[in-house]
């Protein structure tokens, strides 16, 4: 596509409930970051991959968060037993490599509110 | 780890005055980026530094990068209401393959 989609753009659930975000890069972006902005906050990281190798996860808040991505295509932020601490706006960026100085391309996000 | 900061946290002007808006890194770096975030939306990339001691100007924007390559600078000469927004900074060191954002710095502009 011609950027980096998101969905859904916005998403309620009620707490203890479990949400998954979906990203889909540009197309040939090998790296791919997702980050949560919490109301007024900075960007933070939760995890990145790269190509096929390993993920870099060391973001991800509690073991209530994991990420997958499928080759260098798609990937699904899963929030299991959502708190309400977890509202914020879940960013994903991709990049055409982490070791050329390229620009991150970042979707609309998703907006999750937990009540 | 790699960390960023970025000061001032907010900073309020008046139409017509000047910004500025710093960046350290604890390590040093292979590149840096400057975005920008407009309330309601998402990061945009504006520019990209790498050499050390670097100067890059777009229109009303100076952006520069220090000769040790751990910090950078962000100025805005005679403010607009459109420059209201979010400034990031984000670099990747040497050593590592994450690309680490500032917390940026929140400019409001009044007219």
């Known amino acids: 596509g011609a950027g980096v989609s998101q969905s859904p753009s916005n998403k309620v659930t009620e707490k203890g409930k479990d949400v998954e975000l979906r990203c889909d890069p540009i197309s040939g972006h090998t790296a791919l970051y997702w980050y949560r902005q919490r109301l007024g906050q900075g960007l933070e990281f939760l995890i990145y991959?790269?190509?096929?190798?390993?993920?870099?996860k060391s973001g991800l808040p509690s073991d209530r968060f994991s990420a997958e991505r499928t080759g260098e295509s798609v990937s699904t932020l899963t929030i299991q037993r959502t708190q309400q601490e977890d509202s914020a706006v879940y960013l994903c960026?991709?990049?055409?490599?982490?070791?050329?100085?390229?620009?991150?391309?970042f979707g609309q996000g998703t907006r999750l509110t937990v009540v | 780890g790699q960390q960023v900061m970025q000061i001032p946290q907010y900073q309020h002007v008046q139409e017509g005055e000047d910004f500025t808006t710093y960046c350290n890194s604890s390590?040093?770096?292979?590149?840096i980026q400057w975005y920008k975030q407009r309330p309601g939306g998402h990061p945009v990339f504006l520019i990209q530094l790498v050499k050390s001691g670097e100067v890059k100007k777009q229109k009303r924007l100076t952006f520069q990068f220090g000769e040790a390559k751990k910090n950078s600078s962000l100025h805005i000469t005679a403010t607009q209401t459109t420059d209201v927004g979010t400034y990031f900074c984000?670099?990747?060191?040497?050593?590592?393959?994450?690309?680490?954002f500032g917390p940026g710095t929140r400019l409001s502009v009044l007219p």
């Open positions: 991959f790269q190509g096929n190798s390993a993920p870099d």
């Open positions: 960026a991709s990049k055409l490599s982490f070791r050329t100085g390229t620009e991150a391309f």
């Open positions: 984000a670099g990747r060191d040497n050593y590592g393959q994450n690309f680490v």
């Open positions: 390590t040093t770096l292979s590149n």
